[in-house]
Structure formats: C-alpha cells, structure tokens
C-alpha cells in the first residue's frame, strides 16, 4: 500500500483528540525509506504530520551512526528536545535507525528524557511499540539483534508525489574494514520480485513517474536465494513490466557491477543512465586495505565498459581520504585517478574511526588536521571537473521530471535530468508536478544547472 504525505495540517485547528507525529530523518536513503515506513503504520494509527517539534506529540529520530560527525550531531538534537518533554510530559519521544542499534539502552542512560528505542530489524513493529508504551507508561527497548527473514509489508507514507523509493533488499555482507553498516544492518535479505513488481505498480498508479530500488549494494539482489544474476533480471523485470517511467537504483558496488546488469541498463529507455559506483580510493594498497575486493585497473575497465555501453551516462562516486596508512604519496594516487576517470560528481567523507570495524585498531592512523587538508585539496580538483562537464552542457536541451519548486525561491522550478542532474528554471506557470518536460541549459554550475523551460 503506498500513499502521499499530505500537506500538514493546519495546526490552530487541531483537534483535543487529534494526534501529530514529527520524524526527524538522518543518514542514507534506506533510513529516509524507514521513515516512511514508520509514517505509514502511524498514520494508519491516526496521527496527522507536523513538521513543527513543539506541536508534535509524537517525535522520532531516525538516526545514522556511518560517522563519528552524524553522532555527534545527533546527539545535539536529542539533548535539544529535553526542554520540549519538559513543556508537556505526555510528549513521547523515540529513537530509531542505526544509532539506536548500535547503542541500544546506553541511550537511556544519555537521555533520560527518552520514551522507546527501537532497532533497524523491527521498524515494521512501531505501531505495537507505542501501544506498549502508552499502556505500561515505561521505556522500552526494542531491538532485535537478528532481522526476521523478511519483514512484512508495512503501509508506506513516501515523501513526494514523483518519485519514490522501493528497498529490494536489506542488511550488507561485505564487511568494509571502516564501515559500521554490516554490523546495525545485519545480512544481506531480498524481497521477492512479485513484492517489489506489486509496490511499483501501485506507486505507478498513485502517479509517482520514478522510482529508485534500493540496497546497501543492489548488485547482489538475489543471491541470498543462489540466484547469481538476480539483480540483472530484477532490473529487466521492473523495465518490462512497469508503469513508471524512470528508473533508478542505489548504490551498486563496483565489484559485483557485472556485465548482464550493464547489458539491460544500455537496452532499456526508463532505466536512467546514471551510475553511482562508490570507489572510495585510488590507491590499490588501500583498496585491499579496504576489503573492497577490486583494483584501480578493475574499476578503469568497469568505467570504459560503462561508457561503451552507455555513451551519455553520468558516473558518481564515494571517496573516503585519510584511511588509516593513506600516506601523502597514496592520497596522491587517488587525486591521480579521480583526474583520470573525470566523474561528474564525488561525495568527499572523513575517515571516521567505527569503533568496532577492523579498520578502527589499523597502525597509521592520520590526524584530523591532515584529513581535513586532503579533504580540501581533493574537493577543489573534483569541483574543477564537476563544473567542467556541466559546462559542456550548455546549449543542450535536456528532458527533466519536474519535481515542484526550489526550496529556497517559489519562482524557481526544479526537476533532474535522467543523469540524475538538478536544473532549476524561472517558472512559467504552464508546467506541472511529475511533468517529462525539454529545458534549455543556459547555465552551469558544480551541483547544478539553470535552464529556460521550452514548452
Ligand atoms: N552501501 C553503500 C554506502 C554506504 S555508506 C556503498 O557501499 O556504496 C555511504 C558512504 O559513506 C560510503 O560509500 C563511504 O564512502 C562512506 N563511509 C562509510 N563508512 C565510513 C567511515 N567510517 N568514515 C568515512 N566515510 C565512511
Ligand atoms: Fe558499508 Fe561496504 Fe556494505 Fe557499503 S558495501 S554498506 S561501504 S560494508
Ligand atoms: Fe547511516 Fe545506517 Fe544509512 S549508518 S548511512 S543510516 S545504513
């Protein structure tokens, strides 16, 4: 079952008996899907949205712990809503996501103020939770070190009226050294192709015109049931089979990137041609370090087949700077590589120690001052060829999904490419919510572009 979030309601006319929900959404896209996965149970519970903490009687945190920065953050806004439990004690407050697996009671012990902490494995049981609480008027933890097989279906509330995400699969089995995912996602778990074929086509019949499966690595949908190019027919599936229009997928893992995947990406018209291949280095000494299974001359073989197969595709990555015995001589190799394969955009992160990961307890661990210099130095060469490609967009007319308007500026329209580029525009007025509409591109910058709408 899918449905829209609804524009809140207007909060001077609430009702005694009306109740508002206010989710916070940290980290990845697999938690922003959660979260409408806990909107969903509670809006079938009877709560209405409120984006406003202090109306809200009803808050949850959906929190990422990938990195130490995320945390403390995190951390921040849970001591900021003390004040608010303290305004009105009926107020529950709960914790989810990664964090809350991770930390688990010791979160209790940190904020008192706290009502429920409830883990990755078991958002599809959020609605028994509260009634749990609401009755024994005492904290409860519920976090299940295991995931169920699959988790049933639960009803979904998504973000958006054009776009949607759909998981395909949950969990990770591939064990990064510096990544904490693997250990609050737990194994790799798919769903089965009539679940995901059933979500989209009701998404298509809400009108939503993209969707984007989802996956800590999509690459290996299906072979927790031995099917070896499961990914590759599931794509071909949703191809054939739907209504939607766009196709995404996140993110897919350079190594099981595999032929069959590229072959139905460069056959089909609504899978978009934008990849996402998280390199995270350059230096091969580091990749095995790493456990990232690849090498520098694997993945410069995965762009030429790429680029082969699909001549107009946008290609991005992850680049993580200053893992442990990244030395000046090996950082340089990744700047090498990254001027090289020219991606169209980096997403640049800190090493940030996991504790826990093997990676954490590595000798030649880099100090903060020198990561954050490598970070700088990587970004400026990185924003140089981002900006470079958009420019040689200029003069071209691009088809974008429009998505509504600018958040900033109302008469501001913005949409994104199939390459996943955003491109904003003066509004016209004729132009509407989930239209595929041409626009010029006038203008480029580094993480967009500005265009004139032509119809
Ligand atoms: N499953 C996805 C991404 C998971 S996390 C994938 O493998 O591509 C998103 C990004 O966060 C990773 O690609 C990596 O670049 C970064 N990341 C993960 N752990 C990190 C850590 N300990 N420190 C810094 N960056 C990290
Ligand atoms: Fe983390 Fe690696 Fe799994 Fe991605 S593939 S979630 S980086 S362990
Ligand atoms: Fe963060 Fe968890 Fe996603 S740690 S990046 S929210 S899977």
Known sequence: ????????????????????????????????????????????????????????????????????????????????????????????????????????????????????????????????????????????????????????DVPTVHKGQVSAYVPIMYGCNNFCTYCIVPYVRGRERSRSVEDILREINQLAADGFKEVTLLGQNVNSYGKDKQETQGFARLLEAVDRSSAVERIRYMTSHPRDMNDAVIDVISQSTKICEHFHLPIQSGSDKILEKMNRGYSTEYYLSLMKKIREAVPNASITTDIIVGFPGETEELFLETIQLLKEIRFDAAYTFIYSQRSGTPAAAMPGQVPLAEKKARLQRLMTMQNDISLDINQSLQGQTLEVLVEGPSKNDETRWMGRTRTNKIVLWDKKGTEKVGQLLPVYIVNAQTWLLKGQLLS
């Open 1 to 152: 079952m899918t449905d829209r979030i609804e524009n809140d309601v207007d909060i001077d006319g609430k009702n005694q008996c009306q109740k508002f929900m206010c989710i916070l959404t940290y980290g990845c896209q697999m938690n922003e899907n959660d979260s409408e996965r806990f909107a969903g149970q509670l809006k079938t519970a009877g709560y209405q949205f409120t984006d406003k903490l202090d109306q809200a009687d009803l808050i949850i945190i959906n929190t990422c712990c990938v990195r130490e920065s995320a945390e403390k953050k995190i951390y921040g806004k849970i001591g900021e809503l003390k004040k608010l439990k303290a305004v009105n004690p009926n107020l529950l407050i709960g914790i989810a996501g990664c964090m809350a697996q991770k930390d688990q009671e010791k979160i209790f012990k940190k904020a008192s103020h706290i009502d429920f902490i409830i883990g990755t494995h078991n958002v599809h049981k959020l609605a028994e939770l509260i009634a749990e609480v609401e009755n024994k008027k005492e904290k409860v933890l519920a976090v299940w070190e295991q995931a169920e097989q699959m988790a049933p």
